[in-house]
């Protein structure tokens, strides 16, 4: 099992639920490219009569409603330029960490929904579903969270030893190759996993943050975010070691691209 930190639950003000502008934002833009990867690539079996959609990472809402409200809307347009004397049943798979706070995601279910729903806990780094189930595997803005912070980044005897930082950019070539490769290893069982689970003729949408193909680490868009966060934690860990009579508490992060 890999570390599990969720997202903040409730409906207050830090919550997700209120703090989750920018991903609804993203994932707005990329709608119409989910709809023509829908009406051009997904092959829609006619005889089956339920249609499984599953959102890895879907955190407490409403960015996963809206996200599977279009889905939804992409599927029975699908359906009507094929010529579905009916539609299909809709059913969709809320999955996150067991941690996630599923009851605000259920309290706020749309209660116009035109589908069934489920929530599925666990990592999706491992199997969640069973063989050839799913018709869509969506994820918007979760792929890129790392299973594990790699153990080399506390390891003072390590190159990678990423002292004061939370994350890899300005730091020595080895921080960023251990998260690489942590990430490579993230990736295979990410996929080997839903390998198994997308039924023929299925179709995964990915949305996530990344970088261009030339460009440096410093160039991540969350670099100007992380810097400051950084900042902050060294000044708390600075506070705590102070007030504890301490003068070598190390802190490393895991919340890295
Ligand atoms: C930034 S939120 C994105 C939520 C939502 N998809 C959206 O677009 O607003 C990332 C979510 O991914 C979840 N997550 C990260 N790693 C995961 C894993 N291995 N398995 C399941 N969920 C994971 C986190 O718990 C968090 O809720």
């Not at 709608?31 to 092959?43: F, P, Q, R």
């Not at 189930?133 to 790392?146: C, R």
Request: glycine letters at 8%; charged letters at 20%; a negative charge.
């Amino acid at each position: 099992m890999g570390e599990s930190f969720p997202m903040t639950g409730g409906d207050g003000p830090s919550s997700y639920t209120k703090n989750s502008i920018q991903q609804r934002a993203s994932a707005a833009s990329a709608k119409s490219l989910l709809t023509s990867a829908i009406l051009g690539n997904l092959d829609i079996e006619r005889s089956s009569r339920m249609f499984a959609i599953a959102d890895l990472g879907c955190s407490t809402g409403p960015n996963t409603f809206i996200a599977m409200e279009n889905i939804i809307e992409a599927l029975t347009q699908k359906c009507k330029i094929e010529g579905y004397s009916s539609l299909p049943e809709f059913q969709v798979y809320f999955n996150d960490h067991v941690s996630n706070d599923f009851n605000t995601l259920f309290a706020y279910l749309p209660p116009d929904r035109k589908y069934f729903a489920s929530g599925v806990p666990g990592s999706f780094h491992g199997r969640l579903f069973p063989k050839a189930t799913l018709n869509i595997i969506y994820s918007a803005f979760s792929l890129q969270w790392l299973s594990k912070a790699p153990q080399e980044l506390g390891d003072v005897n390590s190159p990678a030893w990423n002292k004061g930082r939370i994350y890899y950019t300005d730091a020595p070539r080895e921080v960023g190759q251990a998260y690489s490769l942590q990430y490579a290893k993230d990736m295979d069982s990410f996929l080997a996993a839903r390998a198994e689970e997308l039924a023929p003729g299925g179709l995964m949408l990915i949305l996530m943050p990344g970088r261009p193909d030339g460009t440096l680490p410093s160039q991540n868009s969350l670099g100007p975010f992380l810097r400051p966060l950084e900042s902050c934690l060294a000044d708390m860990v600075d506070e705590v070691c102070k007030s504890r009579n301490v003068n070598n508490l190390e802190f490393i992060c895991i919340y890295i691209l």
